[in-house]
């Protein structure tokens, strides 16, 4: 969480300030789940025993590899706020397998 809330020094973002774009190599997808119509996907990730949610737009959990599986995510970092608690959510950009 300190490092995310550092990049927000780099802020505002836009067309001539584009997010920064992270990767994680060879996480493990623990959950993959529809969200809205199906169109878009929830998933969680882990690796060295942290654990990430992510959000993965225009993208059916069918199209991605299964639970289980070792993938590499291009991300947006961000904080979700939900109830009063913050944490760190993926906005994943691309999801491959690890090869």
Do not use: W
Request: proline share 8%; glycine share 10%; aromatic share 8%.
């Amino acid at each position: 969480m300190p490092n995310l809330e550092a990049l927000t020094a780099l802020e505002p973002f836009g067309n001539g300030n584009l997010p920064p774009i992270l990767c994680l190599r060879n996480a493990e997808l623990t959950f993959i789940g529809s969200c809205g119509t199906g169109a878009h996907t929830k998933l969680r990730v882990s690796k060295n025993g942290e654990t990430f949610d992510g959000i993965y737009f225009s993208h059916a959990a069918a199209d991605l590899p299964p639970r289980g599986s070792r993938v590499d995510i291009a991300f947006e970092p961000q904080i979700n706020e939900f109830r009063g608690r913050r944490s760190v959510q993926l906005l994943v950009a691309d999801l491959k397998p690890h090869l």
